[in-house]
Every structure is written in C-alpha cells, then in structure tokens.
C-alpha cells in the first residue's frame, strides 16, 4: 500500500505532507470479505485502529474500513501533539455542568491516554519517532498570564499534576524563550511523535492480532437488523454484530441520522520548514523538542522536529475549495515569519491541511448510539491521546468490561440547531476569537 496520496476534499494535503513522506505505509494483506464480524469499525485513524487491536485481543472477529488509505485523515494531517486534551469546554467548565467526580475522571482519562499511547509504542515494539517531555503553554500577551495561572491550579487540582511557571520569557538556562517574550507554563505530561510511524505500527500489530482491514472501501450506509447491523459500501454488503464509528470530522451526514448534523468540521494548518541551521535555531530562541502551543483561541501550535525542522500549526479558515488552498498557505506562512521573523528566507518544504471535529457540548463522545452501534469521535483537535484511548475505551464499553469512561463521554452527541447553518457557525467563532486574541 502506497503512502496516502489520495485527492484531499480540502486542497492537495496528501502530497506535500511531511508524515507520509517520511513513513512507509504497510503492505496490507488481501482480504476475502466475510459475510459477517463480530464488529465492523469505520475508520482505520487512531480511534479505530486502537478499537480493532483491543477488539481483536479480546478474540472478537473484527473488520476496519476506510474509505481512503490508513492515515489519510486526521491521524495522518495532525500535529503530533500527544497530550492533555479532547474538549473545548474546559475542565472547569466541565465541572460545573457535569458535576466535580465526572471531572476529575475525565481528567484522569486524559492521562491515562497519554500514557495508553506510550504502552502501545513501548510494549509493540513501535518506533514512532517520541521526543520532547511535557508540553508548553505560552502566553501570547501579558493579560493572558492569569489565564496561566488559572490552568496551573486546574492541573493541580483536577489532574493532580505540578506544573512551573516561567514568569519571564526565558523558559530554560539554555537560552529557548517565549517567542512573544510573555510567561510560560510548563505541564509535565506529554510528549512530540511521529503520526503515521504510530498508527502504521497499530496497524502491523492490529494484523498480527487477527485484525483484517479493507482500504479502500467506503460505508454509503448502515441498517438495523435482527443480527446486529448491515454495513452497506459501493460495491459491498456485510453484517455485523456491532458496528463502531470512528471517523471523527470525515463522518459524512449520510451515513446515519444518528449523527447527522451533530458535529462540526474545523481547519487546521500546518507546515512544516527545511533543517534549520543551528545558527537559526539559536536565533529563533526555540532549539528543543518540548512541543508547545499559545493562549490564542485561534491557537497556534509548533515544535521542532526530531531532523531540526520546526513544525508550526494554527486553526484557520471556512473554505474548503482547492482555490482556497494557496491563499490559506500564504496567510500561514506569514503567521509563522510574523512570530520567527528569524525563519525570513528559509524554505517551508511541506503545507497541508485537514480537519478536526467539534461537537455541540464541546465535549468528546464514546456513546452508544442505538442497539449495537457506537461512535467515538468529536477530540477538538487532540485526537492522537484521547481518540487512542476512546477506542480502546470504546469496545470495552460494548463488551459491558469495565471501563474509565466519564459519564458525560457516553451521551450521544446532540444535533447543532439548523445544522446546515454549521459554516457560519464557524465563521462567527472565528471573528470573534480573531477579536479577542
């Protein structure tokens, strides 16, 4: 199987991203589709690759399909940011509308998923490129170090975590500051990786499991039957006792009322530069793997790479069309020069694009959606830690094994008022937030 070259829905990600140029994509084997599974997963990202694992290990006969290659969404279009993270609301947000004891198992399970994703790489062998300790939170002007301070006590109090705050720019003795020259925030969980190494080392080891995955072959839709669930696809008609959702802001209003209207598509940007010259790097003040991101609430996010690049992602734009895609990478790239005017004259190698996934409560979903069917997605752009563990959680949760899932997790997400409306939705939030940064 070739690396995720397919044509991308919003502008021409695939070919110029720095993960599948520096992955090799596994060869799958051939497979003679059953007439029926134990469980049909629908999405062969981290979310479903890690739901076919846990599945195959518990002896479960279990089938993935994907409309495109493994990896060409967002498990593929991603950061590599493996942290805290899977909502927008808050932690304290989440408190107040779900009660403290769902709170704070929410924020265990952030933890549990960083360290789930760790386990996987460690006990399977799986060399996904990990560096950097912890993560960075930067204040981008000087009104947002109460903001800093006020996470610090929520790391302390729901996560039971330390975290140290650099009331000046300079972030360490080896001279790496705050680009915006404003305090930091060190957390002391999380770590940098490398994407695709990660899920196409779940895939090798989902496979070696018992696990059959048939890519491509995309879901056109699903049925209720006595036995369970008719998996409908273009050129195929399979049964299942259960059936998991897994595609996260790829799901398609079409495939299931369950979910139709229910979440909401964002953007998010990233590029990625040539090997910076150490004499650059010491310039740009920013010359380790820690991974980091600013208190903007259209954030930007950045980390230097394990082959001296720096990676630099923000969330930006309403428009999908391929027109679109030149002028969002200018806009980018201008960001980016506008924050290391050191980078100016430097070759930015690698742009893509892809979607992350909102939904109503501002809150992840791993929920049963009606008699033997589940989904598992909606990680506000941190799908690599919280979409591995929801699913693993997730086939817990349909075997009735127990599980950590926080009670608010397993509510099937609520349908957006006038649900068409979504793009202008977004479009607000966006002039808003550009207002408020």
């Known amino acids: ?57 518990a002896g479960m006969q279990v089938l993935v399909l994907d409309a495109h290659a493994p990896g ?40 549990a998923a960083i360290d789930h994703v760790a386990a996987l ?45 650099r009331p000046t720019a300079n972030l360490d003795s080896a001279g790496n500051i705050n680009p915006y020259s404003q305090p930091a925030l060190w957390t002391p969980t999380g770590f940098g990786l490398h994407p695709l190494k990660y899920l196409y080392g779940l895939i090798d080891t989902a496979l070696a499991r018992g696990a059959h995955i048939h890519a491509p ?5 699903l049925r209720a039957s006595p036995a369970g669930w008719r998996v409908q696809g273009e050129d195929f008609q399979l049964r299942a006792r259960r059936v998991l959702i897994a595609t996260n802001a790829y799901t398609q209003d079409t495939l299931t009322r369950k979910l139709r209207g229910r979440l909401l598509p964002a953007q998010s940007n990233i590029l990625v530069t040539q090997p910076l010259p150490a004499d650059t790097l010491r310039a740009m003040h920013w010359a380790h793997l820690t991974p980091a991101y600013d208190t903007r609430r259209l954030l930007y996010y950045f980390r230097l790479l ?81 979409g591995s563990w929801s699913g ?29 409306l979504r793009p202008l939705y977004l479009a607000a939030a966006y002039v808003a937030y550009q207002w408020l940064d």
């Open 306 to 386: 394990p082959d001296g690049r720096l990676l630099f992602g923000g969330r930006a734009g309403i428009s999908e069309s391929a027109t679109s895609f030149a002028a969002r990478r200018a806009q980018h790239t201008a960001d980016f020069l506008q924050l290391f005017p050191a980078a100016h004259g430097l070759g930015i190698d690698y742009f893509w694009r892809g979607r992350v996934a909102l939904s109503r409560s501002q809150t992840p979903h791993v929920a049963k959606l009606a008699n033997g069917l589940y989904c598992a997605l909606a990680f506000h752009g941190n799908g690599i830690a919280m």
């Open 217 to 221: 072959a995309r879901v056109t839709g």
């Open 121 to 165: 790489c460690e006990n399977h062998g799986i060399d996904a490129d990990r560096c950097g300790q912890g993560e960075w939170v930067l204040a981008h002007k000087h009104e947002r170090r109460a903001d800093l301070l006020n996470y610090q006590r929520e790391l302390a109090h729901f996560y039971g975590l330390q975290a140290q705050l």
């Open 72 to 111: 060409w969404g967002a498990s593929g279009r991603n950061g590599g940011f493996c942290c805290i993270g899977g909502d927008h609301l808050g932690i304290t947000a989440i408190a107040n509308r779900f009660g403290e004891d769902d709170a704070k198992r929410y924020a265990l399970g952030q933890l």
């Open 392 to 420: 693993h959680q997730a086939v817990k949760l349909m075997l009735k094994a127990e599980h950590q899932l926080p009670d608010f997790m397993q509510r099937a997400p609520r349908r957006f008022p006038l649900p068409w």
């Open 1 to 57: 199987m070739a690396p995720p070259k397919a044509p991308d829905p919003i502008g021409p990600a695939a070919p110029e991203c720095y993960w599948a140029d520096t992955a090799t994509a596994p060869q799958l084997p051939p497979v003679s589709l059953d007439s029926s599974y134990d469980l049909i997963v629908i999405g062969a990202g981290f979310t479903g690759m890690n739901a076919a694992l846990t599945a195959a290990e």
